[in-house]
């Protein structure tokens, strides 16, 4: 049973930046892709950005690109949204995935994280 485990949400201004990591159980993290996902209240869950297994592609949604970075260090089985600028509008919960298959499709993720809040004050 893989586990994933969200941290570093908070609380921050606009214009602030947070780091999000993501760190996974079991020996097989490098093989898989990892994408992050995000979901407002009301709101359904959205992509947010994918890094393929040896982080050689990463994909972001139109509305974080240029401002969040997905990034990944396989020996220590975690991931990482390096979020800056942000905006009210980012306020969500931020959940970790990972698939087998291509980090260009924002489906077949089978493993989800517990989440994380991020919250963007004005």
């Known amino acids: 049973q893989v586990q994933l485990v969200e941290s570093g949400g908070g609380l921050v201004q606009a214009g602030g930046s947070l780091r999000l990591s993501c760190v996974a159980s079991?020996?097989?993290?490098?093989?898989?892709?990892m994408g992050w996902f995000r979901q407002a209240p009301g709101k359904e869950r959205e992509f947010v950005a994918a890094i393929s297994w040896n982080g050689g592609s990463t994909y972001y949604a139109d509305s974080v690109k240029g401002r969040f970075t997905i990034f990944r260090v396989n020996a220590k089985n975690t991931v990482y949204l390096q979020m800056n600028s942000l905006k009210p509008g980012d306020t969500a919960v931020y959940y970790c995935?990972?698939?087998?298959?291509?980090?260009?499709?924002?489906?077949?993720?089978?493993?989800w994280g517990q989440g994380t809040q991020v919250t963007v004050s004005s």
């Open positions: 995935a990972r698939k087998y298959g291509s980090a260009g499709e924002a489906s077949g993720y089978d493993y």
């Open positions: 079991g020996r097989t993290f490098s093989t898989y892709t």
